[in-house]
């Protein structure tokens, strides 16, 4: 019963990251990677023309952005020649998250 019950979750959750990844990359001119980044040469989740997105979602109060996880999509997304960005929604608010150099760059329009 319990199986039954975490698949069922596991269905809901992939559907939406999906949804959520679609609408990323709908709003952003981007694709959406095949296997969420899975495979090796298709890393991140939406691909943009300028940057590479990595797509997080939560229901709890907060989300925890760990080094680690922004080097990951860093290292992926300088292996495209693309700047790392992630969107963390939390529960219903939507934050992006990219490195300053980048936030400059755009705020000076050399981005």
Avoid: C
Avoid at 7 to 32: H, M, N, P, Y
Avoid at 60 to 88: C, G, N, V
């Amino acid at each position: 019963m319990t199986v039954n019950w975490k698949k069922k979750l596991l269905q809901r959750q992939k559907k939406r990251s999906i949804k959520s990844e679609d609408k990323l990359a709908k709003q952003t001119g981007g694709l959406r990677q095949i296997g969420s980044g899975a495979l090796r040469h298709a890393k991140g989740d939406v691909k943009h023309e300028k940057f590479l997105f990595e797509d997080k979602f939560t229901d709890k109060k907060s989300y925890s952005l760990k080094f680690e996880t922004f080097d990951k999509i860093r290292k992926e997304a300088m292996q495209h020649a693309k700047q790392p960005a992630m969107r963390i929604t939390i529960q219903e608010r939507t934050l992006f998250v990219i490195e300053e150099r980048a936030f400059l760059d755009m705020m000076n329009g050399n981005l």
